[in-house]
Nanobody
Framework: VQLVESGGGLVQTGGSLRLSCVASGRIFSNYAMGWFRQAPGKEREFVAYINWKGAVTDYADYVKGRFTISRDNAKNTVYLQMNSLKLEDTAVYYC?????????????WGQGTQVTVSS
């Protein structure tokens, strides 16, 4: 499966961005999807998860209430709406494709999109 992220950029604290990830190479609607991020000098960390149907979502505590994951299976696309951005949200954001319809086991990753939050 191939994943291509877009939508990153530079934004001020308190601002918003929406990331997109288009998937190809398999039946998108059959699999869970996720978003991860990696800040400079830190390990990659989980951000959000959505199951195959979009009925189940999960978030890391540090983004809960600010970020929303969603998907459009007709467009083979998963989104991450990011509101109330903080300096500590600065990172490269990666889309991940699940191995199953449900569950946070991921097998493929995109190339990442840079999100920079400035004061």
């Amino acid at each position: 499966v191939q994943l291509v992220e877009s939508g990153g950029g530079l934004v001020q604290t308190g601002g918003s961005l929406r990331l997109s990830c288009v998937a190809s190479g398999r039946i998108f609607s059959n699999y869970a999807m996720g978003w991860f991020r990696q800040a400079p000098g830190k390990e990659r960390e989980f951000v959000a998860y959505i199951n195959w149907k979009g009925a189940v979502t999960d978030y890391a505590d540090y983004v809960k209430g600010r970020f929303t994951i969603s998907r459009d299976n007709a467009k083979n696309t998963v989104y991450l709406q990011m509101n109330s951005l903080k300096l500590e949200d600065t990172a490269v954001y990666y889309c991940a494709a699940g191995l199953f319809a449900n569950g946070r086991t991921f097998g493929s990753w995109g190339q990442g999109t840079q999100v920079t939050v400035s004061s």
